[in-house]
């Protein structure tokens, strides 16, 4: 807390394939102490498995991860971190509270199992067999299980797929009266209304790649105008980028360099003519949909997964 | 640790099938057979048929609890994706199956004590209170090699199969072995085979008791060899990643 740059997360080239899919490629991701980062991407584009990393559940194949300085598995063990996964299941024929109440006894640093029932809105169902709760209990319960560790980073894999939209608002709320006390939060979603009110900074994965990282605003500055999006195989400056006629915001991820333009035409044509070494040139017109779609649309046109 | 055995405890206390299958069931055998066949002694020279009957059928509570237990939950579990939550936090995994282990351990004892406790008070066995003592530990002990047979089955079968899969080994283990029929009276093929399974030698230390003789050797061994065999291949399994993890995660 008292170091200013302590990091929360910091990986350094992970990747992960399964047998010959790449899940993720190198890549590179730090997090600040008390952000709140969502992370975005359709189905396949590598977020349960950079999870899975984060939690040492899934090795990298390459690179170091760390979080809080330990390794992802020892960062477990400490209950620095704790995640809530994707339907995952309890143990049958115990309560609520029982198996709450194996989470406080798990891990070091543990709230009270009252403390985590109340904090997950459980309370009234503390007795109440684990096989016998409803989706939105379940999830909750999930939650209660993360957040009875009292970790400084809580992950959370889709925390409100399969809810309704009431059980959805309910759910935030609680995660909001969580968070607010300088933890990291990660979380990863397809419903983009969530991540304005929940999280300062948006990661956006594709096909296994960071291709962009910036703040909601950003995000959605970048929406309102043509994207011109292409790879570079050499280290793109910046400055330069912002020097091209129209250009208005810059994001770099990688080798993934995606410009927003009021003029696309005129970007194009600079780039065309200056030096760089650039591939894979899309642009995308302006557009409602937002820039999630612009920065994630080549899954469709390539037809993977 | 403890906290896990405890759930793991309570949990199988108020699951019926296990009170019905494990506990219920070879009460009513037992009561069932030595009403039919306790009358006399089983074979010159041999236990009485209340006793024999009494230990067979302690043995075959054992097994199942101890199976039932381990095995067909495993499985459950790693469908359900229990054990994956259970690897999201810090819970090892030898932790998981030793808790397992003792719960089923525990369990045992009343499937045991009932049905010994059925025979002195309905039909009259008698022995000393150091036989039945002896016997009740000795088959207590050896249901461990049940619930590490139990464990590997949980590892290696998907949920679907493990009940029946455990339980039809069960069945015909203990046909095989002679507590249904016993092994006085079994034809000769099949008491040749029957000398080499944990579930007549489990018996079979039990009998000796009640008989008046140690605990034979030859049984011990058995069970041992038996529960080695067992463990091996459970923890060959177990450290196998790709048999931990429920499904690949999604991409």
Redesign the interface.
């Known amino acids: 807390m008292n170091q200013v740059d302590a990091l929360a997360l910091d990986a350094q080239d992970v990747s992960h394939r399964y047998g010959d899919t790449v899940a993720v490629h190198p890549l590179e991701l730090s997090l600040a102490v008390g952000d709140t980062v969502a992370l975005l991407g359709p189905n396949g584009a590598g977020k349960s498995t950079l999870i899975g990393m984060m939690l040492g559940l899934i090795s990298s194949d390459s690179g170091t991860l760390t979080i809080d300085g330990l390794s992802p598995r020892q960062a477990v063990a400490r209950g620095r971190i704790a995640v809530m996964l994707q339907d995952t299941g309890f143990m049958p024929g115990v309560r609520v509270a029982e198996l709450v109440r194996l989470g406080e006894r798990s891990y070091r640093e543990a709230i009270s199992t009252t403390e985590a029932l109340r904090l997950a809105d459980l309370t009234d169902l503390a007795d109440r067999r684990v096989d016998r709760l409803s989706g939105g209990q379940s999830q909750r319960l999930r939650f209660a299980l993360a957040i009875v560790a009292n970790p400084r980073i809580v992950v959370l894999d889709e925390p409100t797929r399969a809810l309704d939209v009431t059980a959805r608002s309910e759910f935030w709320k609680t995660m909001q009266r969580f968070a607010g006390e300088g933890r990291t939060v990660v979380f990863a979603t397809h419903y983009l209304d969530e991540v304005d009110q929940n999280a300062a900074r948006v990661v956006v994965m594709d096909a296994g790649r960071i291709v962009a990282d910036g703040s909601p605003d950003e995000l959605r500055a970048a929406g309102g105008t043509s994207s011109v999006r292409f790879s570079s195989r050499e280290p793109v400056s910046p400055e330069a980028m912002r020097a091209l006629p129209g250009v208005e915001r810059v994001l770099i991820a990688g080798d993934m360099v995606t410009l927003t333009s009021g003029d696309s035409d005129a970007t194009v044509r600079a780039l065309s003519v200056g030096g760089l070494a650039w591939h894979s040139l899309e642009v995308a017109p302006p557009s409602l949909d937002s820039i999630f779609r612009t920065l994630t649309d080549h899954h469709a046109r390539e037809g993977a997964e | 640790m ?3 055995f405890w ?2 405890t ?3 206390l ?2 019926p099938k296990y009170l019905a299958l494990a506990v219920g069931a070879p009460i009513g055998f037992y009561l069932l057979f030595s009403t039919l066949f306790g009358g006399g002694r089983t074979v010159p020279g041999q236990l009485p048929g209340v006793v024999e009957i009494a230990v067979a059928m302690a043995a075959f509570g054992a097994i199942w609890s101890a199976i039932s237990t381990t095995g067909p ?1 495993l499985a ?2 790693r ?4 054990i ?2 259970l ?5 090892p995994g030898w932790q998981v199956l030793t808790a397992k282990l003792l719960a089923s351990f525990v369990t045992a004892l009343p499937a045991i004590v009932l049905v010994c406790l059925t025979a002195i008070v309905a039909k009259g066995a008698s022995l000393t209170l150091g036989q039945w003592l002896s016997l009740v530990t000795l088959i207590w002990l050896g249901s461990l090699t049940f619930s590490a047979m139990g464990i590997l089955l949980g590892l290696v079968l998907p949920a679907e199969l493990a009940f029946p899969a455990s339980y039809g080994l069960y069945l015909a283990g203990s046909a095989l072995g002679g507590l249904w029929v016993p092994p006085s009276v079994m034809p000769a093929g099949m008491f040749d085979v029957a000398v080499w399974l944990p579930t007549y030698h489990l018996a079979n230390l039990g009998w000796a008791v009640a008989g008046g003789s140690a605990p034979p050797l030859l049984s011990v061994l058995n069970l041992i060899g038996w529960t080695a065999i067992f463990a091996v291949g459970a923890l060959t399994t177990f450290r196998r990643p790709r048999l931990r ?1 429920r499904t ?4």
């Open positions: 403890l906290y896990l759930l793991e309570l949990r199988m108020r699951d939950r459950e579990e469908q359900i994706g229990w994956e939550q690897r999201s936090m810090p819970i993890r690949k995660l999604p991409t």
